[in-house]
């Protein structure tokens, strides 16, 4: 049986080698993804920007288009991310990548920190009355206890 147990925190590394970022359009989230696009050119990190397509069980129970309406935010976040790439090349060199995720947000942003053995998460802080009910994604994401996870306002 494989050990779920997370590694320990590497004290006195040259810094984190992938930082995770949570994106999906809000102001929040592209402040968020703004402030580790830094850190990831300034640490040498590879940025990774995960937008997680919501899965809206209600939605689909009533008959309601979600998978296009997500497909467009998904691609509407690529073209953003593409044009302020091009804007900043030969100014900054910044490597990244951009993964499109279907899941609720915590489960999908944990899932993707896990996979690609992030060293950092960012997350923008929740612009949403739901998460009263749920949790926040970053408390839930800082209660994992798994990396450093930075709340961006």
Known sequence: MEDKTPAPFERGTDGPKVIVVGIDGSQSSWRAAAYAAGLARRQGSKLVLVYVQPVLAAGVA????????TDEIAEELMAEIRASTERLQGIYDLRWEFHIVRGDPYGAMLRMADELKADAVVVGASESAGHRIMGS???RLVKAGRWPVTVVP
Do not use: E, M, Y
Not at 62 to 68: C, E, H, N
């Open 62 to 69: 009533l008959g309601a288009p979600v998978a296009p309406t």
């Open 137 to 139: 994604v970053a408390v």
